[in-house]
């Protein structure tokens, strides 16, 4: 018994030393982020990434979600090392036409228009996974959203992977408890996935990913469903599109939430968050305290712009964002 108690105990320390060592790892990482990391190099660069993006957005509203989006579907696979920028090769399948990326990830030129402006003003220097997390700050801020200090420092990976894009990406039609899992896999818990959930207080969604709610679905307010429907019918129309929030489509707020309690959800995924499950009450406490949210979501930011980010002599600072250095 003494022995079997021994073998348990060395296991024990023996786990306990590998997560201590993991977390180390992690907070070495994030701890080589830095908001000056481009003060001498490139004083300009957050202001140069700010104006191009409201500019787009001035020219389309609908890009400020999408470059949010960008950013998060990064973060999401293989952390946030601008992959999803990179189109396929002879030795590897982008991430762009995964599921839930294929005709669906927008703002990739916009992108390419702000590394060329930095590349013209110091070249070589800022990250394409940088202007992914700086541009998704500044689309929402823009949209009356709030601001965050976006540390700085990232690189830029030599590859990209399909096959976690596909795996690691939530989906429209995921139940809670599916929400609850891909978000743990990051690190996030549930409160952190109402919170970035509420990035669908802007943007639009195609048909397709939410058709089967309008026309199959209970917990779904009637009107809401019915309005839907005259631009969703049951054949056809699977790329016309529909406000996230039907409230204040282009504002960044925290009507989603709002929406929400009133069954206004436009993905089955939105509306599982409102659902009587352990997320429930956190969707009513946003949905009367925007203050809350707004701080809320700018930390969940932070915390997701550090997801595995490639520092020091890792990976590479790409030329172009969509291929990586000869």
Known sequence: MAAIRNSNSKAFSDLKLSFCLLFFVIGLASAQLSPTFYSTSCPNATSIIRTAVAAAIATETRLAASLLRLHFHDCFVQGCDASVLL???????GEKTALPNDKSLRG???IDNIKSQLENSCPGVVSCADILAVAARD?????GGPSWTVPLGRRDSTTANRDAANSDLPGPNLNLSGLIASFDKKG???????TLSGAHTIGEARCRFFKNRIY???NVNPLFALALKRNCPTSGGDDNLANLDVTTPTKFDNAYFLNLVFLKGLFHSDQQLFNGGSTHSLVLTYSITPALFRSDFANAMIKMGNLSPLTGSAGQIRINCRTVNN
């Open 216 to 218: 199959n679905e209970s």
């Open 188 to 194: 996030f818990n549930a409160n952190e996935l109402v």
């Open 108 to 110: 990739f030129e916009v």
């Open 139 to 143: 689309s929402v801020n823009i949209r």
């Open 87 to 93: 189109d396929d090769t002879a030795t590897f399948i």
